[in-house]
């Protein structure tokens, strides 16, 4: 029952705000956490068909079943809002704002939902909308100064971004009299100039806001100046959905794989891979290395998709969830740093690995994963898509992929360097490891990233292998 | 498409892309935070009003008039949350200048 | 006056209101040349057979945005003196360009045709009516507008509360 996956978290929200004073109101957080696990949970059930078509009894047409990537994220979606509120709720200091937080997290996490189930680009346009004002506000929560810069920065792109959508969507409108993808696709088909030029500025409004170079300007300081908790929520999954995942959405629904569509992911991805490795390299803040680690991780996905065969298909999809696992694993890490020692700057920490040694263990199994190296799910996922791209006979950026994993490896460990191991600096002398809500995330996330890469063969068959269907929707 | 259709869509195609220039120019160019915003309205409006000539030119005004009455409810969400975003910022910052803003780097 | 030419003259005030907003000195005329702008726009929303929307338009965004933005002015207290001093003497610097602009674009787009090989969609042949369309076909976008709201508020109760002495100053 699709519909649930949007509903539910309204009323969970309205229910949640009844005026039962400050006490009732601290329900959010367990209500968050129930409702997130039983996303992840409710894809993982050995059921066919969980999500089955048009079974809402208000609306019998609009809410799609979610296709095998779909499913994927609402499960990429459970998984990140749980360690994200986990971490959130510990590094929140009034009771107050907690619960704000958690409701605001129950939120974006139904426009998330919104944005997996929908098929029409008008709606997609709302529940974009919904994950974005969720995360201007997460962001300002604490308005510090930066974080009030970085979320300013973030609704003007982000506006920016939602103009080129809206005018996407009227030059469909004028055209074929309909938002539906299938009714775009169809004008598409027919060689139409109006359509390319709306097709092309509804992609690059999506790579604004999937933070893809060279528009991903706003990204590093939106997750650097964002509290802890909601750093993990917006790298973890908010520009993934609302970014990554659309254009892929879009690309197999609306435009197709076609030649022109494929150079200008190519493009952007290896722009972006490279781009976003190089100036990861000499950033001293731990958060902010990891924003730029994550455009360039995206970069790959786009190129994965940029390939336009299964195997690269099947590699976008794979890194896209792989990328949630560890990346939402090292910003976790990083809140732990933050909540023991106050500093974020890679340059005064060091050593923390003897008197964090989950938090140090988890990092390195994060790390080498975003990496690619084998047997962690990173490396597969990194395989599938230089494989895909060599077969497809793009050489030159198989070869880009590769030099941007060699560039990864080095800023990953160099971090790891100067954060965990070495000498550790006199006034840390005596922290001890952060508390469970960082270490049961931590545990989890690298199991999963550990479970992913030794059962690869499971996972691939199980969850990665339907989502070629999305080559065969045109 | 009729005589009457082609001279309407003709003339909207001339005075739309002046609003979006008005619009972008105000965004691009302006150091005040408020006029950033201003700016973004004014983009909202050209965006409105294309809704707007789609609908009429396809016979499809009902839709049309659905998807303006969504677009509208969010653009005042967006813009409340931006003002006060822009409000705290004042409280930190005492002045609208964007210049200050550049503080981050990028 | 004929149908074009009303057209033309409505959509003429709606893009001088908008060149306006951006031009004027002062932020709160700014802003009520921005509510100038919705009225306009509201007008060529009749002529194109928009009623609901246009009443809409006109009641939120020439009422409601209009009053945000004045509150927002009136809590941000004009600049300072020397700030706006500065202010005025730059601005003409970087804003003279946008006529120069308008002007060149607007006669480049009345000079050349753009070709327009594109079909329109086909008029329904059974209109629906507005309610039937909103509530039938467009429900998904209703309950993101219910999202959307209960986020907004929670961005008012969030942003709009006075900082309390605990919290950090800098």
Avoid at chain 1, 114 to 129: C, N, R, T
Avoid at chain 2, 77 to 82: E, T, W
Wanted: proline fraction near 3%; glycine fraction near 8%; aromatic fraction near 10%.
């Amino acid at each position: 029952m699709s519909w649930t996956l949007v509903v539910v978290p309204i009323i969970a929200v309205i229910l949640l705000n009844l005026p039962f004073g400050e006490g009732y109101r601290k329900l959010a957080f367990p209500a968050g956490i129930f409702l997130a696990v039983l996303q992840s949970a409710l894809v993982l059930l050995p059921i066919e068909n969980m999500f089955p078509y048009g079974a809402c009894p208000l609306s019998p047409f609009v809410f799609l079943s979610p296709d095998a990537l779909g499913l994927l994220m609402i499960l990429s979606v459970g998984i990140v809002v749980f360690s994200a509120l986990l971490v959130g709720w510990r590094m929140t200091d009034k009771t107050s704002r907690k619960s704000d937080f958690a409701n605001l997290i129950i939120l974006a996490m139904a426009g998330m939902n919104g944005v997996i189930l929908s098929g029409d680009l008008f709606s997609l346009y709302v529940f974009l909308e919904i994950v974005a004002v969720s995360s201007f506000i997460l962001i300002a929560m604490d308005k510090n100064r930066e974080a009030l810069e970085g979320s300013f920065k973030y609704i003007m792109l982000s506006a920016v971004a939602t103009i080129l959508i809206l005018s996407s969507i009227s030059v469909f409108l004028m055209l074929t009299g309909s938002t539906s993808f299938s009714a775009a696709a169809a004008a598409l088909k027919q060689g139409n100039h109006a359509a390319v030029l709306a097709s092309g500025l509804f992609i690059i409004g999506l790579l604004i806001k999937g933070g893809i170079a060279p528009f991903h300007g706003w990204l590093p300081d939106a997750y650097t100046s964002a509290p802890a908790g909601v750093s993990i929520f917006l790298a973890g999954i908010v520009t993934k959905t609302t970014g990554i995942y659309t254009i892929i959405k879009l690309v197999s629904y609306v435009t197709g794989y076609t030649g022109p569509v494929k150079e200008i992911l190519l493009f952007f991805g290896a722009v972006s891979a490279l781009l976003g490795a190089f100036a990861a390299l000499d950033q001293k803040n731990f958060k902010r290395m990891l924003a730029y680690s994550s455009i360039s991780q995206m970069g790959y996905v786009i190129m994965g998709l940029g390939a336009g065969n299964p195997l690269g298909v099947m590699g976008a999809a794979f890194h896209l969830f792989n990328h949630a696992i560890f990346k939402t694993q090292l910003f976790v890490n990083s809140a732990a740093v933050e909540q023991e020692t106050g500093t974020l700057n890679m340059d005064r920490l060091g050593g923390l690995s003897d008197k964090m040694p989950v938090t140090g263990a988890t990092s390195v199994v994060a790390l080498l994963s975003t990496a690619g190296v084998p047997p962690l799910s990173g490396f597969w996922s990194k395989l599938l898509v230089i494989v895909a791209l060599w077969v497809a006979g793009y050489k030159i950026y198989a070869l880009i992929a590769v030099f941007a994993g060699v560039v990864t490896l080095a800023y990953l460990l160099s971090m790891q360097r100067r954060v965990f191991f070495g000498n550790i600096s006199a006034s840390f002398s005596n922290i001890k490891e952060a508390g469970v809500s960082f270490t049961l995330p931590a545990v989890l996330l690298s199991t999963i990233t550990i479970a992913a890469g030794v059962f690869f063969p499971y996972v691939f068959e199980k969850l990665i292998i339907p989502v070629q269907a999305l080559l065969g929707l045109l | 498409m009729t005589q009457e259709t082609a001279q309407l869509l003709r003339l909207y195609i001339v005075f739309l892309p002046l609003i979006f220039v008005a619009g972008f120019y105000c965004v691009i160019t302006t150091r005040n935070l408020i006029r950033t915003l201003l700016g973004l309205e004014i983009l909202t409006k050209a965006v409105t009003l294309m809704l707007a000539l789609a609908g009429y030119l396809t016979g499809r005004t009902a839709m049309s008039q659905a998807l303006i009455i969504t677009l509208i409810v969010i653009e005042v969400v967006v813009i409340a949350v931006a003002a006060g975003v822009v409000l705290n910022i004042f409280r930190h910052n005492n002045s609208l200048d964007a210049r200050n803003i550049r503080s981050l780097k990028g | 006056m004929n149908g074009l030419t009303l057209d033309i003259f409505l959509l003429a005030m709606m893009t001088a209101a908008a060149v306006w907003t951006v031009m004027r000195g002062s932020l709160l005329r700014a802003v009520i040349a921005l509510a100038l702008t919705s009225i306009a726009l509201t007008a060529v929303m009749f002529r194109l057979k928009a009623p609901i929307a246009a009443v809409f338009e006109l009641s939120v965004c020439a009422g409601l945005i209009t009053v945000v933005f004045m509150s927002t002015i009136a809590l941000t207290k004009p600049l300072t003196h020397k700030e706006t001093l500065d202010y005025t003497k730059t601005r003409m610097k970087r804003f003279w360009l946008l006529p120069v602009i308008m002007a060149l674009l607007g006669s480049a787009l009345l000079y050349f045709t753009i070709p327009m090989d594109f079909n329109l969609a086909a008029p329904l042949e059974t209109a629906k009516n507005f309610r039937n369309i909103l509530w039938e076909e467009r429900q998904f976008d209703l309950i993101g507008q219910i999202l959307v709201i209960l986020a907004g508020i929670f961005g008012v109760v969030v942003l709009f509360k006075e900082r309390s002495k605990d919290e950090p100053q800098d």
